[in-house]
């Protein structure tokens, strides 16, 4: 298998990142988000130089946008489909390599996955799992979810040095989705381990040594998956993994890459989400305030947490067939870059995009979510665990401060922090 990831990554990684480098040095400004100095869109700069060439520029010889309408019309756009390792915009020669490479393992950016998949698959496995993300589910979770959040915030008190990213952000999500999965409590540093090493597969130019301990796990999330998902066709529960088992309708392979899915989505988004909080809100003792006298404006602190430092902040489509759109003719096949965290500062849109307003009117109308078939289907939850426990943490801790700079993961899709280091009081 490791000949196969070899050339897998030579295909994927190497080669695009031997590019990316030298287009950054060069001064292309999508470059220098992907692999530059501007890594992850850490400074407006060079999504401003994109936004000034136009609303859907050719750059790095893909086009790509930061416009807030655009980037929602084609999210919305039957004629626009997912990106896979298959369909991007390579050489043929290079596309059968990586078909004739496929290591058939649980990755979230690979069909089965439900993430990389377009209708009518995309609606099928949306339609197996979706009745426990409905709103009557996720009202049932609330209780759930205030449990949880006080019971890690009663344990931060006796942790000498507590890290707010490992012991309370990830701990949430990770229970939360556990649960809703019928995965077992003694799994949950197992799968937050996978999940640290398989979100760099959702960016390209990894190392050799990065893409590797990531298909390392994703092979051993497959062993466990197998057993566990054997378990389930002989003894189901009534938790969503038995719902994919038990339907009847899903090869063993779609079942193991959608529960890996399901699993990674539903705490990744929600651990950046509130890391990505807790940095905004310690930075701007302002709006804490404000939220302190008005906690009535939580849920739309969230919306404006997700809006200013959304969780992932890179998507892409591939044209099905000849597009005219923003006055330009997207030909078949053809790769168009959406940049969700420039959209979200659109300043067409979002007035003074640079400030952080608890009290933005239109905050909700950010893509932080993504939009149109493959919306999210765990943002209702992931907003109700975001007003539940950031509002818990400020609470139960008035006082609470960084202890340090956060330390961030330096990925480029997902934005999010590796560690933050706390004091909960000011003794």
């Known amino acids: 298998m490791l000949t196969r990831a070899w050339i897998r990554w030579l295909v994927l990684h190497r080669l695009s990142r031997s590019y990316l480098l030298w287009a950054a040095r060069r001064g292309d400004p999508l470059a ?27 750059v790095s010889r893909v086009r790509v946008t930061a416009d807030h309408e655009l980037c929602r019309l ?94 309370f952000s990830a701990q949430l999500p ?13 799994m949950h540093s197992t799968l937050l381990k996978w999940g640290d090493t398989g979100a760099p597969l959702l960016d390209r130019g990894l190392t050799w040594s990065t893409f590797r301990r990531a298909i390392e796990d994703l092979a051993e999330g497959e062993r466990y998956f197998d057993q566990h998902i054997a378990g389930l066709t002989a003894e189901p529960g009534d938790d969503v993994l038995s719902m994919l088992v038990t339907g009847g309708e899903l090869t063993h392979r779609e079942q193991v890459a959608n529960a890996a899915l399901l699993l990674d989505a539903g705490f990744l988004t929600t651990v950046n989400m509130l890391g990505n909080g807790i940095a905004l809100l310690t930075s701007h003792p302002d709006q804490l305030e404000m939220l302190a006298a008005r906690p009535e404006l939580w849920p739309g602190a969230v919306e404006e947490i997700l809006r200013y430092d959304g969780p992932i902040r890179i998507t892409g489509r591939i044209a099905s067939c ?26 067409t849109v979002f007035p003074d995009p640079e400030r952080f307003d608890v009290t933005r009117a239109n ?57 933050m280091p706390a004091k909960l009081s000011a003794d």
């Open 322 to 347: 000849d597009v005219d759109i923003a006055d330009q003719h997207v030909k078949s096949g053809s790769l168009v870059l959406l940049l969700l965290a420039g959209a979200n500062k659109d300043p």
């Open 174 to 186: 990770i229970a939360i989705i556990a649960e809703i999965l019928g995965l077992p409590a003694d």
């Open 32 to 58: 220098q988000i992907l692999a530059g100095p501007d890594r992850g869109l850490g400074s407006p700069r060079s999504i401003e130089e994109i936004r000034q060439r136009g609303r859907m520029p050719t």
């Open 363 to 419: 905050a909700a109308e950010h893509l932080s979510f993504s939009s149109g078939v493959h919306g999210c289907l765990g943002a209702s939850l992931a907003r109700l665990e975001g007003a539940v426990a950031l509002r818990a943490l400020f609470e139960r801790y008035p006082d609470l401060r960084l202890d340090g700079p956060p330390i961030p993961r330096g990925l480029v899709n997902l934005n999010s922090y590796r560690s």
């Open 74 to 167: 084609i999210l919305r756009d039957r004629r626009f489909g997912v990106v896979t390792p298959n369909n991007r915009a390579l050489p043929k020669p290079m596309r059968w390599v990586l078909t004739k490479t496929d290591l058939e393992l649980p990755n979230l950016a690979e069909p089965p996955s439900m993430l990389v998949t377009d209708p009518p698959e995309h609606a099928n496995y949306r339609r197996l799992v979706g009745q426990a993300f409905t709103p009557k589910a996720i009202a049932k979770l609330g209780e759930r979810v205030v449990e949880v959040t006080d019971d890690l915030l009663e344990r931060l008190k006796s942790t000498p040095r507590p890290d707010l990213i490992d012991d």
